[in-house]
């Protein structure tokens, strides 16, 4: 009875991970129009790797993020050209464990050997770069066995490739246990990241901004959301940072490097087209402001939502726009001094009725700047809808594409200042 449940929950994953493949594309085409160099410390892998802000962890401009939410090794592999162009400093890799949970290359060989031919595309084409391996994390969403009988594969490959092997498995044993540190029992909550965080530092070169424990605020969302929240209220935020507050859309920008700017933050939340409403982002904003004791006072507050509430029709424009509206009152009440920029919602379809109800929203938006202080309105729609229809270069099944978020960036960096600038491709 016990396989028989652990089959279903791996044809259901792999399911999964099929179904969300345009985001994955969308985020590996992300990577096109960002540049690697040789002084930067990259994180390479799956969700468990994207859903962390690496570059506030170790708060340093170099620190990069490469992971890809669902991505499998075969992924990693056929996707490492733009991380190995650039000969990056050091490297940190954990993968496989959506591998053992998609149907057909679910078995530890399979990672192993992926892993041993990124390790040497890593050693041929990039020598100078400090390889670090990773452990595959404990899950209780995986059968153990197979996970301990993968990462002993691998800790074999480093140990005859002389690579560093980070083993975390006894460290975050309690995912495949209960919710010490996850709210999945397969990603973690920044209590979990802050172990990982440490166990790396010295590796990393780096210290890191988590102490050795941490508690858990999650605003009362579950999942993702809270998993999300959880670092958003243990990530400091510094006097004059930029934050950039919403959906998937934002989450799926590396906007400090979009930007070359390390003031601007990313606190977008949710995978998959729209994710992250704007009834999440209300519950993350104290926490995004107020998580900490220490925080200072950002210097601005950019806001990307409400594309979700526009694309369902069941709901009244006039509606979302007063849930808007409230978000901003909300966000002005935790943080008075830092100027608001509203970026105009890009719905990513071509239905008639979605892209008029995007006008009229974000017209709405446009009004609602122009009679408020300190409120500011930037139309990125016209550009991405010439004529009422998108711009193929700018979308990839209703995501923003590579080519899309470089011109985002570009359309507000000269609002953040002068530190900000974008090169497009």
Partial sequence: MKRTILLLISFCLSLAVRADQPFRNHRYDSFKVLTVDSTQIVFIGNSITNMHEWCEAFPDHRVINRGVSGAVSDEVLANLKTILAGKPAKAFLMIGTNDLATSGINNAAHVA?????????????????????????????RPLALLQEANDSLRNICKEMQVPFVDLWERL??????????????????SGYAIWC????EAVGIPTV?????????????????????????????????????????????????????RIKNRGTGWGLHAGNMAVVAAELPLILRGRSDNGTPAQLLFYAG???????????????????KLVQSVRQLSPTSSVVLVSVLPGVTSPEILERARRFNAGLRAYAETSD?????DCFSFFYPNGVADSNCFQNGYLSGYGYAKLAQMLAPLIGPDAHVEVP
């Fill in 374 to 378: 300190g409120i500011t309105f930037v």
């Fill in 198 to 201: 440490n166990a790396i530092a």
């Fill in 173 to 190: 044993i309690s995912v495949s246990q209960d919710d010490t540190h996850t709210l999945d029992g397969l990603h973690l909550t920044a």
């Fill in 210 to 262: 988590y102490g050795a424990t941490i508690a858990n605020q999650s605003g009362g969302l579950p999942g993702s959301f809270g998993m999300r929240a959880s670092y958003f209220a243990a990530l400091p935020v510094r006097d004059g940072d930029v934050l950039f507050i919403g959906d998937e859309t934002v989450h799926s920008g590396e906007w400090h490097e979009l930007l070359n700017c390390p």
């Fill in 113 to 141: 050997r992926n892993v041993r031919t990124i390790l040497q595309r890593f050693r041929e084409e990039s020598p100078r770069t400090q390889l670090y391996l990773q452990s595959i994390l404990p899950s209780r969403l």
């Fill in 307 to 325: 594309a979700g509430e526009v694309a369902d029709t069941s709901l009244a424009i006039d509606s979302v726009l007063t849930t808007y509206t």
